[in-house]
């Protein structure tokens, strides 16, 4: 059983950056892929991107790349969406989930474990 909690959300102008964390306890932390997911109001929940277990290998949606980064400090049981050039349309709740197969996924259905989500909000 893996618990996860967000945090760093907030409202940025655009242009800004914001760093959300998410921290997970459960001894299994450091075996699980790690997924960042965002919702919007009126939209489906979508993907971010993903980081694998290690760390070594991550993947972006086309939306974020060279925009947003993902972490992981498995010491700390911590995982990290680092975001730059924030746009209007980056609001949305930011969910990070775990997942117990290996394999990174876009798919939401794919992931085992989800957080609460943290809001971030992009003024233009």
């Known amino acids: 059983q893996v618990q996860l909690v967000e945090s760093g959300g907030g409202l940025v102008q655009a242009g800004g950056s914001l760093r959300l964390s998410c921290a997970a306890s459960?001894?299994?932390?450091?075996?699980?892929?790690m997924g960042w997911f965002r919702q919007a109001p009126g939209k489906e929940r979508e993907s971010v991107g993903a980081?694998?277990?290690?760390?070594?290998?991550?993947y972006y949606v086309d939306s974020v790349k060279g925009r947003f980064t993902i972490s992981r400090d498995n010491a700390k049981n911590t995982v990290y969406l680092q975001m730059n050039s924030l746009k209007p349309e980056d609001t949305a709740v930011y969910y990070c989930?775990?997942?117990?197969?290996?394999?990174?996924?876009?798919?939401?259905?794919?992931?085992?474990?989800w957080g609460q989500g943290t809001q971030v909000t992009v003024s233009s």
């Open positions: 989930a775990a997942r117990k197969l290996r394999g990174l996924s876009s798919n939401p259905n794919d992931y085992d474990y």
């Open positions: 459960g001894r299994t932390f450091s075996n699980n892929e």
């Open positions: 980081i694998s277990w290690t760390g070594g290998s991550t």
